[in-house]
């Protein structure tokens, strides 16, 4: 039998499609790398964590709903402040939990930079510091998240992220064995502690939107500052 050629171009064209699928169904990337999945917090990090967790800025039942799911233990706080200053969607992590642990417990994060604080401890600080220091995370000292202020404190200029708690700034963690390191200490002296915190610090640039560090200035040569821009739109991303 002849076969038309036009016809054996669309067959040629639907074995393609097909070899396509196929491949796609054995050789499917896992969920944390696609676009279109739903986040689950407790999943490894993929190509579009950092873009989903970012993208809870805009949905805070879905960031409450998420951060549950996990098992933490926190409260949601009603919105506080006014304006520019208000925190709408903020949260406290309940204290003294092998999950996680912020010091001091009175610390109150948006939801989003609390579930991406939570990704961090798990995926991140805390494979970090066992393979480095043989000893788990107890807790992750901060110097603040909710401040009503404007960056650098100026008295003019953009509101900073912490205006709204979408940031938080990390200054030490505390392991187990009672060990702390700090960045302001350990950051510029060579050793485990400093790669200790630079891994960190790369770590957490896939899943906040912005994170600044002691290579980034002076002003923050003692603390991480993460945060989700929710002011400065979903693009905005940097690590330094
Ligand atoms: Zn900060």
Known sequence: MRIVPWLRRIVWLL???ADGMLAFVFFRPPPQDLPWTE???GEPIGLFTGRKLTALTSDPARCIMLLRETGLRFEELPP???GQCLAADAVRIAPRQEML?????SVTPSCPVAAAVAVWKW?????AAQRLFGASV?????LGSHNCRRM????EGAWSEHATADAIDISAFVLTDGRRISVLKDWPEPGEEAIFLKEVRDGACRLFATVLSPDYNAQHRDHLHL????RGGMGWRACR
């Open 15 to 17: 074995v393609i499609v």
């Open 39 to 41: 986040l689950r917090l």
């Open 80 to 82: 506080r402040g006014e």
């Open 101 to 105: 642990a912020l010091a001091p417990a």
């Open 123 to 127: 995926q991140v600080v805390q494979p």
């Open 138 to 142: 107890a807790s992750i000292e901060t």
């Open 152 to 155: 650098y404190g100026r008295t």
């Open 227 to 230: 945060d989700q821009a929710a």
